[in-house]
């Protein structure tokens, strides 16, 4: 199966995707987290893109798209992927589906998560992952079962991004509405876009995505 996950900064695509991992043994291909492992590890990419990062702006397409064109090349891509923060404009969504189409593979549905502006601040500013595995939580809304205890691997190291603060939200959000909004149309002409419910509980936005992964299944 392949699948984008879309939506605004907050809307829960890193969540929904670490559960579509743990469910149907996809490979989760985020593009915030490649770039912040370049960034964490002072390669050249890294050292290229911290600033725009840090300042909420969207890295240029051509970077982006090298890095994912690498990626799905990759053995461990063949059996299915969800792409997570990719593509987020026009451009990445033409020099996606050329690669597909290259590699003779089809998107399985386009999945936007939408949300209310006025909770993603709130979900940002109080989300925190394990430093060990990155699975994602939340100060209110997604605590570990045991505090202090990923879920996952059991690390008791967490850690907050740095792009996650007021400031920077509102450059991404703006990054959103004005660079990524424009890629709905585009995936609705192809209709393979979906759209579940952001607002709902986490447990729920799960249970949407995979009414629509059962359907496009068949
Ligand atoms: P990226 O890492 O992709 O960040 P983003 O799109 O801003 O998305 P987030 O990771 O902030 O949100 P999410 O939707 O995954 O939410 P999450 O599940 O964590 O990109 C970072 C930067 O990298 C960009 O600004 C840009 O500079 C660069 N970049 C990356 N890709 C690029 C590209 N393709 N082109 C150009 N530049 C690129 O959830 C958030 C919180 O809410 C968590 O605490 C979670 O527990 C909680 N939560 C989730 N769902 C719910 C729910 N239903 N109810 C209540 N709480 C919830």
């Not at 911290?50 to 990759?74: C, H, K, S, T, Y």
């Not at 992952?129 to 079962?145: E, I, L, T, V």
Request: hydrophobic content about 35%; some cysteine.
């Amino acid at each position: 199966m392949r699948l984008i996950l879309l939506g605004p900064p907050g809307a829960g695509k890193g969540t929904q995707a670490q559960h579509l991992v743990a469910k149907y043994g996809l490979l989760q291909l985020s593009t915030g987290d490649m770039l912040r492992a370049a960034v964490k590890a002072g390669t050249p990419l890294g050292q290229q893109v911290q600033d725009i990062m840090a300042r909420g702006a969207l890295v240029p397409d051509d970077i982006v798209v090298e890095i994912v064109g690498q990626r799905i090349e990759q053995p461990d891509a063949r059996k299915g992927f969800i792409l997570d923060g990719f593509p987020r404009t026009v451009p990445q969504a033409e020099a996606l589906d050329q690669m597909l189409g290259e590699n003779k593979i089809t998107l399985d549905a386009v999945i936007e998560i939408t949300v209310d502006e006025t909770a993603l601040v709130d979900r940002i500013s109080g989300r925190f992952s394990c430093k060990s595995c990155g699975a994602s939580y939340h100060d209110r809304h997604n605590q570990p079962k045991q505090e202090g205890v990923c879920d996952v691997c059991g690390s008791h190291d967490f850690v907050r991004r740095p792009d996650d603060n007021a400031e920077t939200v509102k450059a991404r959000l703006d990054a959103y509405r004005k660079q990524t909004t424009p890629i709905l149309p585009y995936y609705k002409a192809k209709r393979v876009l979906r759209s579940v419910d952001g607002m709902a509980p986490i447990d729920t936005v799960t249970q949407q995505i995979e009414t629509i992964l059962n359907k496009v299944k068949g």
